[in-house]
């Protein structure tokens, strides 16, 4: 199972971007999907989430700005950044955990996309 994370980049206050992370290789489905970040000196945090059982979730300092959803039929997992602010700026990895053909269920981890957020 392979998983290519794109859509960062470079991007002034007030921006948008759209992450994407392209799941790849022998998976039944996706079950769980989240992004995750790491500012400089900081340790990772998730910033939002979709459980198993579709419920999704942010953290406060992302509410109401970013927004995750998953294409179950492309194995793809988005997070759609808006309103971007300079504290935003981190490396965003996309985590899965996946229902794997013949059987059994395990976690990947993206390999990380630059977002940087500055005037």
């Known amino acids: 199972v392979q998983l290519q994370a794109s859509g960062g980049g470079s991007i002034q206050p007030g921006g948008s971007l759209r992450l994407s992370c392209v799941v790849s290789g022998n998976i039944l489905r996706l079950n769980a999907v989240e992004w995750h970040r790491q500012a400089p000196g900081k340790q990772r945090e998730v910033v939002a989430y979709?459980?198993?059982?579709?419920?999704?979730g942010y953290s406060d300092s992302v509410k109401g700005r970013f927004a995750i959803s998953k294409d179950n039929a492309k194995n793809t997992v988005y997070l759609q950044m808006t309103s971007l602010k300079p504290e935003d700026t981190a490396v965003y990895y996309c985590f899965v955990r996946v229902r794997l053909i013949p059987s059994g269920v395990s976690d990947y981890w993206g390999q990380g996309t630059l977002v940087t957020v500055s005037s």
């Open positions: 979709i459980t198993a059982d579709g419920i999704s």
